[in-house]
């Protein structure tokens, strides 16, 4: 049983690839892939692709059961012809020790080198207890970076932990004189296997680990979440729930852009701009924390609707954006009117549209390079089909047009909370969620602060959680960081970086 | 170009309007976390941030403290690159397996004496992740540490008023 927007299709081992690729050139986005171990229902481990297909509200998921011929289960890879799959492949390597057949990068991904490769920690049969007997932390990392050779390369390594605040990653970066010719990501650092502890907490319990996935984006993550529970239970949403998650899920846009938009500044050494924009987050941050008690949104969202009466506080909700969009309007007028800081944004990073969309690109990302990939359109959930907004693109792939993407949309975000408080609500905030029934799956996705994200959500014979899998939207656009760094300059980086401004944790999960 | 630059620098009077701290006792907080680090570290703590595998709550957090509003330079307290420069360790996150050795190099680095601050409900007992294979379920158990400052994330304030108790001894 499924929601009715989706499809489940049963695919042979050798249909797999070029369904994809029939997928792909239908114009179809890769939404997420991933295993999931199905033995205790069928007694088959089943590989799940999912697409939204082109300019319809329709998911379409390939379903593969994998074989296994005598030397450990395997697939044949689609990366070849669904370029975007190359993270999803290796990670299904990692987590379940299924091959992706083909696949050109056999190193692992998630699992850094002190998990033995028997680990598959998404197993069912594998306890936490007994993961953690395997691990062994003086282990040798098998992991081989790319190496670039030739006269004048020299490699750079940064972190895991770097010289500011920011979460741990390690870049090898080789560079030729000034420019990096080639950088490496080795991310991962962060991983806690949060897709296997959903298993063991429930589905009621589950949105405070789903709120804790990626901090910036906690509502977003919590609200796709709920809405895949509610999704598979057949759950529908009372409308105040429905009103009060797209209005946090703004406000969340808000402060992430804003905020992004003044530590873009950190990376030219503006001073006077990151001080402006980060005071202007620190203001919606206040808001959040009047409403909601938490200035991360978080303990709102519940299963089957809102915990609290966010809606109640109207009156200081658009006082206070009526100052916060002031205030905003001079700040973008004095950044752009600051040719110092434009021009270092200007030609900076470009990452090409070609790239973006064979790799899956996500969100702000996405945008700025010319690829108008929104879900609150591609698939309206909430209130979304009932305001008005644009979904704006620009199309140098720079990090000027990352910028004006965040720019736009934040204008986007003032109009749609304030459209959506032109009327009062009534009725309840939430409604019973009552029990999951078994085997039934569903997708729950929300357009977060910095993109798509995506649950996917599967229940086992007696209602409990088979498999929650979450797909952020950092996991899809770290890939295009190396795109855009390479041809800069090493300085250039932190910029770069800035412009993305991805989640470690959110990846790595 | 020249004239469009002195225009820019002259013209910042139209600053932001800060949010202002009108609450009392986060004024009187502010005064304290001044005197405590005047007195304990002559006028400059020096702090290491180091995540070990949060969720990037508490470093957003961290950020804020370098804010207008907050501006913890003041105080002279301040983030520093190296753990070489730093004072105080203050870690994050329930620390993931694959951040183990970083930390305890980390650790390592830092000169003595030093402080080792765990900061978040999740560095303090692994929090939600408790239990999962790939943490290791606290601060605590990778490097000793001297206090703890719970919240998840910890505000701002609570921040600066867990980092000038630690400092100043009052709490264990």
């Given at each position: 049983m499924h929601p009715a927007n989706e499809t489940y299709k049963m695919v042979s081992e050798d249909e797999l690839v070029g369904k994809a690729a029939a997928l792909m050139k239908g114009r179809?986005?890769?939404r997420t892939m991933f295993a999931c171990d199905e033995r205790e229902l069928d007694g088959t481990l089943k590989l799940y692709a999912v697409f939204s297909v082109h300019g319809e509200d329709r998911f379409e998921t390939l379903v593969q059961d994998v074989k296994d011929y005598g030397e450990g289960p395997t697939f044949m890879s689609i990366t070849h012809a669904v370029p975007a799959a190359h993270w999803y492949e290796r990670e299904i390597k990692d987590m379940f020790g299924i091959t992706p057949d083909g696949h050109p990068d056999t190193r692992g991904l998630v699992?850094?080198?002190?998990?033995?490769?028997?680990?598959?920690?998404?197993?069912?049969?594998?306890?936490h207890e007994e993961l953690r007997r395997l691990i062994d932390l003086t282990r040798e990392d098998p992991y081989k970076y790319m190496e670039v050779k030739g006269e004048g390369v020299y490699e750079i390594p940064v972190g895991p932990?770097?010289?500011?605040?920011i979460e741990p990653g390690h870049f090898r970066f080789s560079a030729v004189g000034e420019t990096i010719y080639y950088l490496d990501p080795r991310l991962?650092?962060?991983?806690?296997g949060i897709e296997k502890q959903f298993e063991t907490v429930g589905f009621l319990r589950g949105v405070a680990l789903a709120e804790r996935v990626s901090g910036c984006s906690s509502f977003s993550h919590g609200a796709a979440y709920c809405h895949a529970v509610e999704r598979m239970a057949g759950i529908s949403l009372p409308v105040k729930a429905s009103v009060t998650r797209t209005l946090l899920i703004e406000l969340e846009r808000l402060y992430n852009h804003i905020g992004d938009i003044g530590n873009m500044c950190a990376g030219t050494g503006f001073a006077v701009g990151y001080a402006k924009g980060a005071s202007i987050k620190e203001t919606l941050m206040r808001l959040n924390e009047r409403l909601t008690k938490s200035r991360y949104l978080?303990?709102?969202?519940t299963v089957g609707g809102v915990?609290?009466?966010?809606?109640?506080?109207a009156d200081d909700i658009l006082l206070t954006l009526d100052r916060v969009k002031e205030e905003y309007k001079s700040f973008m007028e004095f950044l752009l009117s600051s040719i110092s800081h434009i021009e270092r944004l200007e030609g900076t990073g470009i990452l090409s549209k070609s790239i973006a969309h064979s790799l899956g690109a996500t969100g702000v990302a996405a945008r700025g390079s010319g690829i108008g990939d929104d879900i609150r359109r591609a698939h309206p959930h909430l209130h979304y089909d009932r305001v008005v907004f644009e979904t704006h693109t620009h199309a140098k792939g720079d990090v000027l047009a990352r910028m004006m993407v965040r720019a736009d949309e934040a204008g986007c975000s003032f109009s749609i909370i304030e459209a959506l408080l032109e009327t009062p609500y009534k009725g309840?905030?939430?409604?019973?969620?009552g029990q999951v029934s078994p085997r039934r799956q569903a997708l729950g996705y929300v357009e977060g602060p910095r993109g798509s994200i995506f649950y996917w959500v599967k229940s086992g014979d007696?209602?409990?959680?088979?498999r929650v899998k979450v797909r952020s939207a950092s996991y899809c656009n770290w890939p295009l960081l190396p795109f855009a760094a390479s041809g800069n300059i090493v300085p250039d980086f932190p910029l770069v970086n800035k412009s993305f401004n991805l989640s470690y944790s959110g990846c790595d999960i | 170009m020249i004239e469009k630059l002195l225009y820019n620098i002259f013209r910042s009077k139209e600053a932001v309007s800060y949010p202002e701290i009108s609450d009392a006792s986060e004024k009187a907080l502010l005064a304290e976390a001044k005197e405590t680090i005047d007195k304990v570290f002559g006028r400059s703590l020096r702090i290491r941030q180091v995540?070990?595998?949060?969720?990037n709550a508490c470093e957003w957090e961290c950020i804020a403290?370098?804010?207008?509003?907050?501006?913890?330079q003041r105080f002279g307290i301040d983030f520093v690159a190296s753990p070489r420069h730093a004072d105080v360790l203050l870690v994050t996150g329930p620390v993931s397996v694959a951040m183990v050795e970083a930390l305890k190099k980390t650790y390592d680095a830092t000169p003595t004496p030093r402080l080792v601050i765990a900061c978040g409900d999740c560095a303090k007992d692994?929090?939600?992740?408790?239990?999962?294979?790939?943490?290791?379920?606290?601060v605590h158990n990778i490097v000793p540490v001297d206090g703890y400052i719970t919240g998840c994330p910890p505000t701002p304030a609570s921040l600066i008023r867990g980092i000038v108790d630690i400092v100043a001894g009052r709490i264990k």
């Amino acid at each position: 049983m499924h929601p009715a927007n989706e499809t489940y299709k049963m695919v042979s081992e050798d249909e797999l690839v070029g369904k994809a690729a029939a997928l792909m050139k239908g114009r179809a986005i890769l939404r997420t892939m991933f295993a999931c171990d199905e033995r205790e229902l069928d007694g088959t481990l089943k590989l799940y692709a999912v697409f939204s297909v082109h300019g319809e509200d329709r998911f379409e998921t390939l379903v593969q059961d994998v074989k296994d011929y005598g030397e450990g289960p395997t697939f044949m890879s689609i990366t070849h012809a669904v370029p975007a799959a190359h993270w999803y492949e290796r990670e299904i390597k990692d987590m379940f020790g299924i091959t992706p057949d083909g696949h050109p990068d056999t190193r692992g991904l998630v699992l850094h080198g002190m998990y033995p490769e028997v680990a598959r920690p998404l197993m069912r049969d594998r306890s936490h207890e007994e993961l953690r007997r395997l691990i062994d932390l003086t282990r040798e990392d098998p992991y081989k970076y790319m190496e670039v050779k030739g006269e004048g390369v020299y490699e750079i390594p940064v972190g895991p932990v770097h010289a500011g605040i920011i979460e741990p990653g390690h870049f090898r970066f080789s560079a030729v004189g000034e420019t990096i010719y080639y950088l490496d990501p080795r991310l991962f650092y962060t991983h806690k296997g949060i897709e296997k502890q959903f298993e063991t907490v429930g589905f009621l319990r589950g949105v405070a680990l789903a709120e804790r996935v990626s901090g910036c984006s906690s509502f977003s993550h919590g609200a796709a979440y709920c809405h895949a529970v509610e999704r598979m239970a057949g759950i529908s949403l009372p409308v105040k729930a429905s009103v009060t998650r797209t209005l946090l899920i703004e406000l969340e846009r808000l402060y992430n852009h804003i905020g992004d938009i003044g530590n873009m500044c950190a990376g030219t050494g503006f001073a006077v701009g990151y001080a402006k924009g980060a005071s202007i987050k620190e203001t919606l941050m206040r808001l959040n924390e009047r409403l909601t008690k938490s200035r991360y949104l978080r303990g709102v969202n519940t299963v089957g609707g809102v915990e609290a009466d966010v809606l109640k506080h109207a009156d200081d909700i658009l006082l206070t954006l009526d100052r916060v969009k002031e205030e905003y309007k001079s700040f973008m007028e004095f950044l752009l009117s600051s040719i110092s800081h434009i021009e270092r944004l200007e030609g900076t990073g470009i990452l090409s549209k070609s790239i973006a969309h064979s790799l899956g690109a996500t969100g702000v990302a996405a945008r700025g390079s010319g690829i108008g990939d929104d879900i609150r359109r591609a698939h309206p959930h909430l209130h979304y089909d009932r305001v008005v907004f644009e979904t704006h693109t620009h199309a140098k792939g720079d990090v000027l047009a990352r910028m004006m993407v965040r720019a736009d949309e934040a204008g986007c975000s003032f109009s749609i909370i304030e459209a959506l408080l032109e009327t009062p609500y009534k009725g309840l905030l939430k409604t019973d969620p009552g029990q999951v029934s078994p085997r039934r799956q569903a997708l729950g996705y929300v357009e977060g602060p910095r993109g798509s994200i995506f649950y996917w959500v599967k229940s086992g014979d007696k209602g409990e959680p088979l498999r929650v899998k979450v797909r952020s939207a950092s996991y899809c656009n770290w890939p295009l960081l190396p795109f855009a760094a390479s041809g800069n300059i090493v300085p250039d980086f932190p910029l770069v970086n800035k412009s993305f401004n991805l989640s470690y944790s959110g990846c790595d999960i | 170009m020249i004239e469009k630059l002195l225009y820019n620098i002259f013209r910042s009077k139209e600053a932001v309007s800060y949010p202002e701290i009108s609450d009392a006792s986060e004024k009187a907080l502010l005064a304290e976390a001044k005197e405590t680090i005047d007195k304990v570290f002559g006028r400059s703590l020096r702090i290491r941030q180091v995540d070990a595998g949060s969720c990037n709550a508490c470093e957003w957090e961290c950020i804020a403290l370098t804010n207008p509003v907050y501006d913890v330079q003041r105080f002279g307290i301040d983030f520093v690159a190296s753990p070489r420069h730093a004072d105080v360790l203050l870690v994050t996150g329930p620390v993931s397996v694959a951040m183990v050795e970083a930390l305890k190099k980390t650790y390592d680095a830092t000169p003595t004496p030093r402080l080792v601050i765990a900061c978040g409900d999740c560095a303090k007992d692994g929090g939600v992740y408790r239990g999962s294979y790939a943490v290791t379920d606290g601060v605590h158990n990778i490097v000793p540490v001297d206090g703890y400052i719970t919240g998840c994330p910890p505000t701002p304030a609570s921040l600066i008023r867990g980092i000038v108790d630690i400092v100043a001894g009052r709490i264990k």
